[in-house]
């Protein structure tokens, strides 16, 4: 196991033990690394009890991370769950390292990224990938967002309100939004996660993205997912867009074109001309 065999490591220099993870005895602490006091050789891992068997993992996984990272610089990390589980950008930087160490460790980029483009995704790949990696669905659902090539957003509902939400790299680029006509956000009419009589979908529903998002072609398809937790307070939605064709406002491939050509110009041995 990777917190017993750690101390013997480069990444555990000077460090004789990192005990085995004991309850936490704060209760608004997801998790915490603690150096002993009277001996800087010893170090300790503290853990929600309450929490899931998966969340109790990835909070393990995300203070190795402190530890590895982090442990000259301080002796104590408190982390409370948004700080572990959510990977928001608004949380610390030592907290998204410490995180994204966690889901390297337990959810392999390369191996995710594998699964994800091979085969068509729905939610009922994404749940079969956070079993064989041990981590829970939401945590999967993130790290999915991070690794897809698609246009892709993931969003939590808490109580029916927008809480918290996450873009693909390239839903960032191609500036896919979410149309907000309340705050904090509610779900859209005529979407899935405004049907209060349907709490899984788990196939994907397809429909016209400007359904969900500002300035796309009523053509343009995306898939929409969704997933109730018990007490259907909380709910996540993944919308997977069909690719984005280059914007009014986004010249770039045609600077590419251009570019390609000045450079065959060049090559051909003649002095370029510019206007
Ligand atoms: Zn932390």
């Known amino acids: 196991m990777v917190r017993e065999g750690l101390p013997g490591t480069p990444y555990g220099e000077g460090v004789k033990i990192i005990k085995p993870p004991m309850a936490s005895p704060i209760k608004s602490s ?31 996984a995300h203070e190795l991370g402190h530890f590895v990272l982090h442990r000259a610089k301080r002796r104590t990390f408190n982390c409370d769950k948004a700080a572990v589980h959510l990977s928001l950008e608004s949380a610390g930087v030592i907290e998204r390292e410490a ?16 699964r994800i483009t091979s085969q068509d995704v729905d939610l009922y790949l994404l749940s079969g990938l956070a079993k064989t990696f041990g981590v829970s669905f939401e945590a999967l659902c993130i790290r999915f967002i991070k690794f897809t090539e698609k246009r892709a957003i993931l969003l ?10 996450w873009r693909s790299r390239s839903a960032v680029l191609s500036n896919t939004r979410i149309r907000r006509l309340s705050d904090p956000a509610e779900p859209l009419r005529d979407t899935v996660a405004a049907d209060e009589s349907i709490t899984q979908e788990w196939n ?5 993205a400007a359904v969900w998002c500002v300035g796309e072609q009523p053509y343009m398809k995306l898939q929409e997912f969704k997933h109730s937790y018990g007490g259907r307070d909380r709910v996540l939605t993944l919308l997977i867009l069909e690719d984005a064709e280059p914007r009014r406002w986004d010249n770039s491939w045609q600077d590419q074109e251009s570019f390609d050509s ?13 206007k």
């Open 204 to 208: 994907g529903i397809d429909m016209s």
């Open 262 to 274: 000045f450079d065959q110009f060049t090559s051909s041995g003649q002095m370029p001309i510019r």
């Open 99 to 114: 995180d994204e160490f966690a889901s390297n460790l337990l959810m392999p980029g390369d191996v995710l990224r594998d």
């Open 30 to 60: 997801e998790g915490m690394l603690v150096c002993n006091p009277d001996d800087p050789t010893e170090w300790g891992i503290f853990v929600n009890e309450d929490s899931s068997p998966e969340r109790r993992r990835f909070t393990i």
């Open 156 to 165: 939590h509902w808490d109580n029916g309100f927008l809480k918290y939400e």
